[in-house]
């Protein structure tokens, strides 16, 4: 039988101790719910509670950041990823399947060829 700590979303951190797995300082979680992408549950006396889902999304923002991508882009970028994630799970739960061009980590494929035509065919309007 499963406990609440197997809950990914349930609030078992404190800020703190958050803080400290993930690597990041008080002041960078806190930034996360000023940007709207994290909102940590309270205890009784006000403590922010953070989850392990929440702490996987301060983790890819971490992530973005450090490649560059600012604040607000990065806290976009996790929430859409999340929730493709979770499409995803939905579309599993009601019996549906994914394939590998469902795959969220692969870029959507492009045909250029349609939109511009190598050089080496013949463009010029036919005159037989």
């Known amino acids: 039988m499963?406990?609440?700590f197997d809950d990914a979303d349930f609030p078992a951190y404190t800020m703190g101790r958050a803080a400290d797995i993930i690597g990041v300082t008080p002041a960078?979680?806190?930034s996360l719910g000023t940007a709207g992408l994290i909102e940590p549950e309270r205890s009784l006396g006000g403590h922010r509670r953070y989850s392990r889902h929440q702490l996987q999304l301060a983790v890819r923002v971490r992530q973005l950041l450090d490649e560059g991508i600012l604040?607000?882009?990065a806290c976009r970028i996790v929430m859409l990823e999340d929730r493709l994630a979770a499409a995803h799970r939905r579309i599993v739960a009601l019996?549906?399947?994914l394939t590998a061009d469902d795959d969220a980590d692969l870029p959507t494929q492009t045909h250029p060829a349609v939109y511009y035509p190598s050089a080496r065919q013949d463009l010029s309007p036919s005159t037989s």
């Open 95 to 97: 019996g549906g399947t």
């Open 28 to 30: 960078f979680l806190r």
């Open 2 to 4: 499963g406990t609440a």
């Open 71 to 73: 604040l607000t882009a």
